[in-house]
């Protein structure tokens, strides 16, 4: 009976021993789970990041793109306002001399006109141009 007895208390050690490294197994099983859903979400994460720089960078190289053509359409409007303003400057200075050096005699004469010339052409406005108000349907 001796024997029975250490052959039970020997397989009671090793029930419990299995017993303990199963539980140890199975909390180990638990935490790399548990590590793993971690890591999947940490790299869907970072799927997402990723994603949203592609799209950020997508929308600045469209945006540098456009600043660029603006930059252009600037830079010729500019050069045209330039040429445009020696253009004027130019007729200006023209118009300026033309004026300067009177009004040639063939063209004033195109302009002679007696109530432009002649003081005794001029009509005389009546004094009071605008009549007074009156009642309404008066003047009908």
């Given amino acids: 009976m001796d024997s029975r ?4 208390a020997v397989l009671a ?5 299995w017993w303990s490294d199963h539980r140890a197994a ?14 999947a ?22 945006v540098g793109a456009e600043l660029t053509r603006f930059r252009q359409t600037l830079a010729r409007q ?3 306002q330039a040429r445009q303003l020696k ?6 200075q023209a118009a300026a001399l033309w004026l300067a050096a009177g009004v040639p005699a063939s063209v004033g ?4 006109y007696p109530e432009t010339t002649d003081p005794d052409a001029y009509r ?7 009549p007074a108000a009156g009642p309404v349907g008066a003047d009908d």
């Fill in 5 to 8: 007895l250490v052959m039970g």
């Fill in 13 to 17: 050690a090793a029930l419990v021993l």
């Fill in 26 to 39: 199975e909390g180990r099983a638990e935490l790399l789970t548990v590590q793993r859903d971690h890591a």
């Fill in 41 to 62: 979400q940490a790299a869907d994460e970072r799927a997402a990041t990723v994603a949203t720089q592609r799209e950020q960078l997508a929308q600045l190289a469209e």
């Fill in 78 to 80: 500019g050069e045209e």
């Fill in 87 to 92: 253009e004027l400057k130019a007729h200006d």
């Fill in 109 to 112: 004469r195109l302009f002679v």
């Fill in 124 to 130: 005389p406005l009546p004094a009071d141009p605008v």
